[in-house]
C-alpha cells in the first residue's frame, strides 16, 4: 500500500498521553502522522518522521482525531418545524413529539429512508465526523424497526435497536402489552441487524422495570445495552445503566449524588447531548461534576428532527464549554476519544499506531479554536479509514 505522511502539523492530538505531553490529550507540537492504507502507523515530532511515499502538507494547522458521534437517530421521516417553533415560544418539550415523526417514518419508503441516512451522514463528515451511531425507533412496528435497522446497517457499524422510544400509538391503551411486543417479536426481528440495545426510561416513556425487561432480553439476544437516561427529570435509568454494565448512560441531565457515584466508579460513560439542551431550553448537564468524579464523558449531536437538529460536534463542544463546565481540552476528548469509549472502541477516537485513520484537519492553529470559534466551519480536511474524503 502506499504511505502517506501528513507534515508540518501545529498542534496534533493524538489521545494519547504516551505519544505527547502527558496530558490526556497526548498533545503534541511540530507534528506529523503517517498513513499506510486505513491505519495509522506513526505519529510523533516531524524530525522524526519516517520517510512515506507520499506527502501532504498540514500548514500549519491543528489535526485532531475524527469526530466520534456516539448518539444518533437518523432514520426518519418528515419535519418538526413547527414544533420547534412552538417550544421556542413558550410551549415545554415533552416525549410525545416523537408520534410526529413516527406517522411521517411509516409513510417513507426505504430510498427515503436511506437518502436522509446519507445526506446526515455525509453532512456530519464534511464537519469532521468520521464514526457514527444511528438509531432506529420511529417505526414501533416489527416491520418498521426492523427496516430501519436494515437501512441504517447499510451506512454504518454502529446500529442500534431502540423499539423502546415510546409506547407505540397502537399500543396507548397497553403498555404491558407493547413491551412484549419489543422484547418478543420485535427483538427476534431486529437483533440480526444490530450491535446494540436502547431505551428511553423517562416518565412519559419507560420505567424501570420496564426499562430492565427491555435491556435484558436484548443482551440475552447477543445485544450491548445503552440507556437514554435521566433527560427530563430524575429517574432510575443511570443506575439501571451501570448495574447493567451498559456502555453509555445518555443525557444525563438531572442527575443525584448516588449517580453521579455510580457513574465515577463504574465502566459506563455519561453521554451529554447539549444539542438537546439548546433546542429545548432545559438545564444544562453540569459535566463538570461528573468529570471531578472520575467519570468517562462523552459528548454527541443527538441528531434527531425534534429535539437536537444539528449534526455538528463542533457546535456540541462550544456549548459544553459554555454552558456546561468543560474545559476546551475536556471538549475535545469527550468528542473523540469519550465517544470511541461509548461505543467501547480502541480503533477511533485516537491518532496512534494500529488506530483506523480517521483525522480532521482543523483550519486554525489549535484545537481549542473548535470553542473559540462557535459556529464557524473549521475543518478543512477529513480523512476516513485513510482516504481523504473531505
Same mark, same amino acid.
Given at each position: 500500500? %502506499?504511505? +502517506?505522511?501528513?507534515?508540518?502539523?501545529?498542534?496534533?492530538? %493524538?489521545? $494519547?498521553?504516551?505519544?505527547?505531553?502527558?496530558?490526556?490529550?497526548?498533545?503534541?507540537?511540530?507534528?506529523?502522522?503517517?498513513?499506510?492504507?486505513?491505519?495509522?502507523?506513526?505519529?510523533?515530532?516531524?524530525?522524526?518522521?519516517?520517510?512515506?511515499?507520499?506527502?501532504?502538507?498540514?500548514?500549519?494547522?491543528?489535526?485532531?482525531?475524527?469526530?466520534?458521534?456516539?448518539?444518533?437517530?437518523?432514520?426518519?421521516?418528515?419535519?418538526?418545524?413547527?414544533?420547534?417553533?412552538?417550544?421556542?415560544?413558550?410551549?415545554?418539550?415533552?416525549?410525545?413529539?416523537?408520534? /410526529? /415523526?413516527?406517522?411521517?417514518?411509516?409513510?417513507?419508503?426505504?430510498?427515503?429512508?436511506?437518502?436522509?441516512?446519507?445526506?446526515?451522514?455525509?453532512?456530519?463528515?464534511?464537519?469532521?465526523?468520521?464514526?457514527?451511531? %444511528?438509531?432506529?425507533?420511529?417505526?414501533?412496528?416489527?416491520? #418498521?424497526?426492523?427496516?430501519?435497522?436494515?437501512?441504517?446497517?447499510?451506512?454504518?457499524?454502529?446500529? +442500534?435497536?431502540?423499539?423502546?422510544?415510546?409506547?407505540?400509538?397502537?399500543?396507548?391503551? #397497553?403498555?404491558?402489552?407493547?413491551? $412484549?411486543?419489543? %422484547?418478543?417479536?420485535?427483538?427476534?426481528?431486529?437483533?440480526?441487524?444490530?450491535? !446494540?440495545?436502547?431505551?428511553?426510561?423517562?416518565?412519559?416513556?419507560? &420505567?424501570?422495570?420496564?426499562?430492565?425487561?427491555?435491556? /435484558?432480553?436484548?443482551?440475552?439476544?447477543?445485544?450491548?445495552?445503552?440507556?437514554?437516561?435521566?433527560?427530563?427529570?430524575?429517574?432510575?435509568?443511570?443506575?439501571?445503566?451501570?448495574?447493567? #454494565?451498559?456502555?453509555?448512560?445518555?443525557?444525563?441531565?438531572?442527575?443525584? &449524588?448516588? $449517580?453521579? &457515584?455510580?457513574?465515577?466508579?463504574?465502566?459506563?460513560?455519561?453521554?451529554?447531548?447539549?444539542?438537546?439542551?439548546? @433546542?429545548?431550553?432545559?438545564? !444544562?448537564?453540569?459535566?463538570?461534576?461528573?468529570? $471531578?468524579?472520575?467519570?468517562?464523558?462523552?459528548?454527541?449531536?443527538?441528531?434527531?428532527?425534534?429535539? @437536537?437538529?444539528?449534526?455538528?460536534?463542533?457546535?456540541?463542544?462550544?456549548?459544553?464549554?459554555? #454552558?456546561?463546565?468543560? +474545559?476546551?481540552?475536556?471538549?475535545?476528548?469527550?468528542?473523540?476519544?469519550?465517544?470511541?469509549?461509548?461505543?467501547?472502541?480502541?480503533?477511533?477516537?485516537?491518532?496512534?499506531?494500529?488506530?483506523?485513520?480517521?483525522?480532521?484537519?482543523?483550519?486554525?492553529?489549535?484545537?481549542?479554536?473548535?470553542?473559540?470559534?462557535?459556529?464557524?466551519?473549521?475543518?478543512?480536511?477529513?480523512?476516513?479509514?485513510?482516504?481523504?474524503?473531505?
Amino acid at each position: 500500500m %502506499t504511505t +502517506t505522511a501528513i507534515t508540518d502539523i501545529a498542534c496534533l492530538v %493524538t489521545n $494519547d498521553p504516551s505519544l505527547g505531553d502527558g496530558s490526556p490529550l497526548g498533545l503534541i507540537r511540530d507534528a506529523a502522522v503517517v498513513i499506510d492504507g486505513d491505519r495509522i502507523v506513526w505519529a510523533g515530532e516531524s524530525n522524526r518522521a519516517p520517510a512515506a511515499d507520499k506527502a501532504v502538507d498540514a500548514g500549519g494547522r491543528a489535526m485532531i482525531p475524527g469526530f466520534v458521534d456516539s448518539h444518533s437517530h437518523l432514520v426518519f421521516a418528515g419535519d418538526r418545524t413547527q414544533e420547534f417553533n412552538a417550544r421556542m415560544s413558550g410551549r415545554p418539550y415533552s416525549a410525545g413529539g416523537i408520534r /410526529t /415523526t413516527v406517522a411521517a417514518t411509516r409513510a417513507a419508503s426505504d430510498d427515503e429512508l436511506s437518502a436522509n441516512v446519507a445526506r446526515y451522514l455525509a453532512e456530519a463528515l464534511r464537519q469532521g465526523t468520521t464514526t457514527c451511531e %444511528t438509531k432506529s425507533g420511529y417505526g414501533l412496528t416489527v416491520e #418498521d424497526e426492523a427496516r430501519a435497522l436494515r437501512i441504517a446497517a447499510r451506512h454504518t457499524d454502529e446500529v +442500534t435497536f431502540l423499539g423502546a422510544h415510546i409506547v407505540s400509538p397502537d399500543y396507548a391503551d #397497553d403498555p404491558a402489552g407493547y413491551v $412484549d411486543l419489543v %422484547t418478543g417479536p420485535m427483538l427476534d426481528a431486529c437483533a440480526p441487524h444490530a450491535r !446494540w440495545i436502547d431505551v428511553f426510561c423517562e416518565q412519559g416513556a419507560f &420505567d424501570g422495570d420496564q426499562a430492565r425487561a427491555v435491556l /435484558t432480553a436484548g443482551i440475552a439476544k447477543g445485544l450491548h445495552p445503552r440507556v437514554h437516561a435521566n433527560q427530563l427529570g430524575h429517574g432510575p435509568g443511570v443506575q439501571l445503566a451501570v448495574e447493567l #454494565d451498559a456502555a453509555s448512560a445518555d443525557h444525563c441531565t438531572h442527575l443525584t &449524588d448516588a $449517580d453521579i &457515584d455510580a457513574l465515577g466508579q463504574g465502566d459506563t460513560v455519561a453521554t451529554l447531548l447539549p444539542g438537546a439542551e439548546f @433546542s429545548t431550553r432545559a438545564v !444544562w448537564p453540569d459535566a463538570r461534576r461528573l468529570l $471531578d468524579a472520575g467519570a468517562t464523558v462523552a459528548l454527541s449531536t443527538d441528531c434527531n428532527p425534534g429535539s @437536537s437538529f444539528t449534526s455538528s460536534m463542533p457546535f456540541c463542544i462550544a456549548l459544553a464549554v459554555r #454552558d456546561m463546565g468543560m +474545559t476546551p481540552d475536556e471538549a475535545v476528548r469527550a468528542a473523540t476519544a469519550g465517544g470511541a469509549a461509548a461505543l467501547r472502541r480502541t480503533d477511533v477516537g485516537r491518532i496512534a499506531p494500529g488506530a483506523r485513520a480517521d483525522l480532521l484537519l482543523l483550519d486554525a492553529p489549535s484545537h481549542v479554536h473548535l470553542a473559540y470559534r462557535p459556529g464557524v466551519p473549521l475543518a478543512d480536511a477529513v480523512w476516513q479509514r485513510g482516504a481523504r474524503v473531505a
